[in-house]
C-alpha cells in the first residue's frame, strides 16, 4: 500500500514538473518574441529619428540657399542638427536614448519654425523698408506725406532699427576646464578631470547697438538634460531666464571676445553630449554643443 502511495506522489510530482517546465518554456519564448519585437520597434523609431533629421536638414540647405540675411543662424542651425544625426547613427537603439533623440528632435522643430518664421520676417521686414523709404522720398517730394502715414512708417522703421540692434554672437565654443590653485585653468575632455564649464564667443559688431554694458546669460545642460551652475532665475518683462551663469562686459560696438566660467557639482559634471545656450537678456543669440568622455 506504501509503496503504491509513492509511485503515486512520484507520477503526480513529475507530472507538476512537466506542467512547470511546459510554463517555463511558454514564458521563455513568450519573453524572446518580446523582446524581438521591442528592438524591431526601436530600431524602427531609430530609423524614423534619422529620417526626420535628415528632411530637417534638406529644408535648412533650402532656406540657406534662399535667404541671406539668416545665413549665419541657419547654418548653425544645420550644423547641430547635423551632429545629432551622427550620434544617432552611431548609437544602438536603446529605450533611453531614443526618448532623448526623440526629445531632441521636437526642439530641433520648435527652433526651426522660430528660425524659418524670424528669416521671413526679417525678409519682409527689409522689403518693406525699400518700400517705406520710397514712399517716403516721394512723399517729401510731393509735399502731400499725412501725419498717420508717417507715424505708422516710423513705427515700421523703428522695430527694424531694433531687430537690428540686438546683439548676435559668433564662434562659441564651450569646453570642460580644470582650475588650478595657481589659478592656472587647462582645458579637459573628459568629465571625471572637469571642475567646471569654460564657454568662450565673440560678440559681433554693431553700430546700431548702444555701447554700454551688456549682461550675458549661459545656460549648460548637462546629458541628464538637468541645467547645471548657479541656477539663478533673472527676470525680465515678458519673461523669466533660469541661467547657469552671468557675466556683465562693456560693449562698444566692436568685436568683443568673451569668456564665462560655470560653477558646477561633481555630480552635475558626468560622461556625454552638453547642450549650451547663450542669451542676451531674455533673446537667445547662439548656442552649441559638446561633449565630456
Known amino acids: 500500500m506504501t509503496k503504491q ?3 503515486l506522489t512520484l507520477k503526480i510530482l513529475i507530472g507538476v514538473l512537466g506542467a512547470l517546465l511546459l510554463i517555463l518554456g511558454i514564458f521563455t519564448y513568450n519573453f ?20 526626420e533629421l535628415g528632411e530637417l536638414i534638406t529644408k535648412y540647405d533650402n532656406a540657406i540657399a534662399l535667404n541671406e540675411v539668416m545665413d549665419d543662424h541657419l547654418l548653425k542651425a544645420k550644423q547641430r542638427i547635423v551632429v545629432l544625426l551622427d550620434s544617432v547613427k552611431d548609437n544602438e537603439a536603446n529605450l533611453r536614448l531614443i526618448a532623448r533623440y ?9 527652433e526651426r519654425e ?21 514712399s517716403t522720398s516721394t512723399a517729401l517730394q510731393d509735399r502731400i506725406v499725412l501725419s498717420d502715414s508717417l507715424q505708422n512708417q516710423n513705427a515700421k522703421l523703428a522695430e527694424i532699427v531694433e531687430r537690428g540692434a540686438a546683439l548676435t554672437a559668433a564662434n562659441i565654443k564651450a569646453e570642460g576646464v580644470k582650475v588650478r590653485n595657481s589659478g592656472k585653468i587647462v582645458t579637459t575632455s573628459r568629465a571625471s578631470r572637469a571642475d567646471k ?28 538634460n538637468n541645467l547645471i551652475g548657479e541656477k539663478v532665475s533673472a527676470h525680465f518683462k515678458d519673461a523669466v531666464l533660469t541661467y547657469s551663469a552671468s557675466n556683465k562686459v562693456f560693449y562698444e560696438n566692436d568685436a568683443l571676445d568673451v569668456c564665462i566660467l560655470v560653477d558646477a557639482k561633481e555630480e552635475e559634471i558626468v560622461k556625454g553630449n552638453y547642450i549650451v545656450n547663450l542669451f542676451s537678456g531674455p533673446k537667445m543669440i547662439s548656442t552649441t554643443q559638446f561633449e565630456l568622455r
Do not use: H, W
Not at 526623440?102 to 520648435?110: A, P, Q
Not at 568662450?200 to 545642460?221: A, E, H, R, W, Y
Open 32 to 51: 524572446y518574441q518580446e523582446e524581438k519585437q521591442n528592438k524591431a520597434i526601436l530600431t524602427q523609431e531609430k530609423d524614423l529619428i534619422e529620417s
Open 114 to 134: 522660430r528660425l524659418f518664421k524670424l528669416a521671413d520676417s526679417l525678409t519682409e521686414a527689409n522689403k518693406q523698408l525699400a518700400v517705406d523709404l520710397d
Open 197 to 224: 564649464i569654460r564657454v568662450c564667443f565673440t560678440l559681433s559688431p554693431n553700430k546700431i547697438t548702444n555701447k554700454g554694458d551688456k549682461q550675458l546669460f549661459v545656460q549648460v545642460i548637462n546629458p541628464s
Open 5 to 7: 502511495n509513492n509511485n
Open 102 to 110: 526623440r526629445r531632441e528632435v521636437g526642439k530641433l522643430k520648435k
